[in-house]
């Protein structure tokens, strides 16, 4: 074996896996909570409505603190503080919240203005954000969409949008 074999840092497993191992514990400690809402429902248990996603909750949150367990157990924790760090500092996190951002927005104001408007401004801003095309054919693309979903669902189902 070589000197640099030896020397080899040992793998402590994926950073993200540290995080999605809370992220599922959260959702799963949210689906406990919902579905126990639900068991009194049924006459046994297993006839409740919620029995199912309960179990499914119970077994997530059990295959979440294992993940978790792991990475401390392996020291992967260590360096989550200098990952985080440069995740939030990339290009593609900050890509990523901007898109995030302007659709927050959308999700927001739907119900509050006119859904056409709306759906006009948010494709303008996504264009506008990506640099796509010209802003004539922007124009164009975002009109004739909002056009289309006029016509199909309002005209064509007799369907309200909000």
């Given at each position: 074996?070589?000197?640099e074999e030896k020397q080899k840092p040992l793998n402590?497993?994926?950073?993200?896996?540290?995080?999605?191992g809370?992220?599922?514990?959260?959702?799963?400690?949210?689906?406990?909570?919902?579905?126990?809402?639900?068991?009194?429902?049924?006459?046994?248990l297993v006839e409740?409505?919620?029995f199912i996603p309960l179990l499914m909750g119970v077994s997530m949150s059990v295959l979440s603190i294992i993940l978790v367990a792991q990475m401390i157990i392996n020291k992967g924790h260590l360096n989550l503080k200098g990952w985080l760090t440069d995740t939030f500092?990339?290009?593609?996190?900050?890509?990523?919240?901007?898109v995030f951002g302007i659709t927050a927005i959308y999700f927001i104001l739907i119900g509050r203005t006119s859904f056409y408007y709306l759906t006009f401004?948010?494709?303008?801003?996504?264009?506008?954000y990506f640099r796509?095309?010209?802003?004539?054919?922007?124009?164009?693309?975002?009109?004739?969409?909002?056009?289309?979903l006029y016509l199909v669902f309002y005209l064509g189902f007799r369907m309200p949008l909000p």
């Open positions: 074996m070589s000197m402590r497993g994926n950073n993200s896996d540290f995080i999605v809370f992220l599922f514990l959260f959702l799963a400690i949210f689906i406990i909570f919902e579905s126990s809402g639900m068991l009194h429902r049924g006459r046994y409740a409505p919620g500092k990339s290009d593609d996190f900050k890509r990523w919240a901007s401004g948010y494709l303008m801003a996504m264009f506008l796509s095309t010209k802003i004539w054919l922007m124009i164009l693309i975002a009109l004739g969409v909002s056009i289309l």
